[in-house]
């Protein structure tokens, strides 16, 4: 199973940026996916989720209103488009995806990225 983040970068407050993972066609077409990310000296959080027939979606507080969480961006791709991006909002994302409908919690996702770091300057 493979899922490879991209889009990450480095941005002023109120900008905008797309993260995208691809993952691998047995995962994408069977799992839900969804976006944890880690800034530094923190615990990983829950970002976005999205069940895989997309017919629920779930966000962080933090990000409701901001942050959009796709599946159908590219072929086999989910994608998060962000938008009136923050200073707090500068972490390493992680693109991830389960078996199960999409939960807030890292134990119960599966499989991981590699991440992808998004800067947002003030």
């Known amino acids: 199973v493979q899922l490879v983040e991209s889009g990450g970068g480095s941005v002023q407050a109120g900008g905008s940026l797309t993260l995208s993972c691809a993952a691998s066609?047995?995962?994408?077409?069977?799992?839900?996916m969804g976006w944890f990310r880690q800034a530094r000296g923190k615990e990983r959080e829950f970002v976005a989720g999205i069940r895989r027939d997309g017919g629920m979606t779930i966000y962080a507080d933090s990000v409701k209103g901001r942050f959009t969480i796709s599946r159908d961006c590219a072929k086999d791709t989910a994608c998060l488009q962000m938008n009136s991006l923050k200073p707090e909002d500068t972490a390493v994302y992680y693109c991830?995806?389960?078996?199960?409908?999409?939960?807030?919690?890292?134990?119960?996702?599966?499989?991981w990225g590699q991440g992808t770091l998004v800067t947002v300057s003030s």
């Open positions: 066609v047995r995962v994408f077409s069977s799992y839900s």
């Open positions: 991830t995806a389960t078996e199960i409908d999409p939960g807030y919690y890292v134990y119960e996702w599966d499989y």
